[in-house]
Nanobody
Framework: QVQLVESGGGLVQAGGSLRLSCVPS?????LAWFRQAPGKEREFVAY????????YYADSAKGRFTISRDNAKNTVYLEMNNLKPEDTATYYC????????????????WGQGVQVTVSS
C-alpha cells in the first residue's frame, strides 16, 4: 500500500498563502487533497492525475487553490492563496483507487494530515 507524507501546514493570517506537499512512496495513478475541520466531515479539496493533465477542484477551492506535481521530486503540491478562516482544517493527501473522485471511499491510503490554521 502506498505511503503518503504531508508537510507544509501552519498558521497564517487571512489573505495569506501556504503550500502543502505530499510525497508518495510510489508513483500513484492519481492523488487528492481533502480537509477536515473539527466537528465536520472530511471534504474533497482538489485532485490530480499523476501525469498532471487532469485536475479537479471543489467549488471552495476554485480560483484560490492550485494542485500540481513535480515528477522529478515525486511530489504533489497544494498551493493555497487568499486563505480564509473557514479554510482552517487538517489537510490530508490521499491515494485514489476508483470511482468518484470527490468521496472518501474512493481513496485507499491517507497521509497523517497537516494542520492549517487561518486567523482573522
Amino acid at each position: 500500500q502506498v505511503q503518503l507524507v504531508e508537510s507544509g501546514g501552519g498558521l497564517v493570517q487571512a489573505g495569506g498563502s501556504l503550500r502543502l506537499s505530499c510525497v508518495p512512496s510510489e508513483r500513484p495513478y492519481a492523488l487528492a487533497w481533502f480537509r477536515q475541520a473539527p466537528g465536520k466531515e472530511r471534504e474533497f479539496v482538489a485532485y490530480i492525475r499523476t501525469n498532471g493533465a487532469v485536475t479537479y477542484y471543489a467549488d471552495s477551492a476554485k480560483g484560490r487553490f492550485t494542485i500540481s506535481r513535480d515528477n522529478a521530486k515525486n511530489t504533489v503540491y497544494l498551493e493555497m492563496n487568499n486563505l480564509k478562516p473557514e479554510d482552517t482544517a487538517t489537510y490530508y493527501c490521499a491515494n485514489y483507487r476508483s470511482d468518484s473522485i470527490s468521496v472518501v471511499p474512493s481513496y485507499d491510503a491517507w497521509g497523517q494530515g497537516v494542520q492549517v490554521t487561518v486567523s482573522s
